[in-house]
């Protein structure tokens, strides 16, 4: 489909596998899409899942507004990535995911659902959207509230630069002399 550019743009990157959430995400853009906000969304990522979501994503009228892309290339995912309005990481388990820190680096506005060390990156309100239940409302309603008020680029991108291997290695020498 194409997009209107005037729509806000959502985004999800990950393998289509169901720890990773899409489904939980299709419901959450149900829900949605009964708010008066005009949005599409772009799914990035293949997988076992695919044609059950793309059958839900039927099933839930929601074909016209998203588009399955299936595996990108590292290159075309930051540059759907750097287009996003909200990256949304709907994963029931994750440890840290990469797209997170990705995403900030690009000033990105990022709603997760509270798994892994999301909690320990977006350690403030103003820095993305953790969600505490893994439920498709309230997931709808985080992506709702970033929609509204998107996270200053400047401290997004801030915060991914502690994560930046250059940054990690003077901290990580620093720990092992003191236990040393």
């Known amino acids: ?8 743009n959502i985004v999800f990157v ?3 596998f169901p720890v990773k959430g899409a489904d939980r995400l299709l419901e959450a853009l149900y829900l949605l899409d009964k708010k008066s906000v005009s949005w599409q969304a772009n799914l990035i ?3 076992p899942e695919r044609h059950a979501l793309e059958k839900k994503a039927r099933a839930l009228e929601l074909e016209g507004k998203l588009k399955f892309w299936g595996r990108l290339p590292n290159p075309a995912v930051l540059e759907k990535l750097s287009l996003a309005d909200v990256l949304v990481i709907p994963s029931r388990n994750e440890g840290g995911p990469l797209v997170l820190i990705e995403a900030l680096a690009l000033g990105r506005t990022v709603v997760a659902f509270d798994v892994g060390n999301v909690a320990d990156i977006l350690n403030r309100p103003e820095l993305g959207y953790v969600v505490k239940g893994q439920t498709a409302e309230a997931l709808a309603e985080a992506i709702y509230r970033a929609l509204q008020v998107p996270v200053r680029p400047e401290l ?7 994560y930046f291997l250059s940054n990690l290695v003077p901290k990580i020498e620093t720990f092992y002399r003191t236990v040393v």
Do not use: I, T
């Open 1 to 8: 489909p194409r997009f209107n550019s005037s729509e806000k």
């Open 156 to 162: 997004a991108r801030k915060r991914a630069a502690e």
């Open 45 to 47: 990522g293949d997988g």
């Open 14 to 16: 990950g393998n289509l």
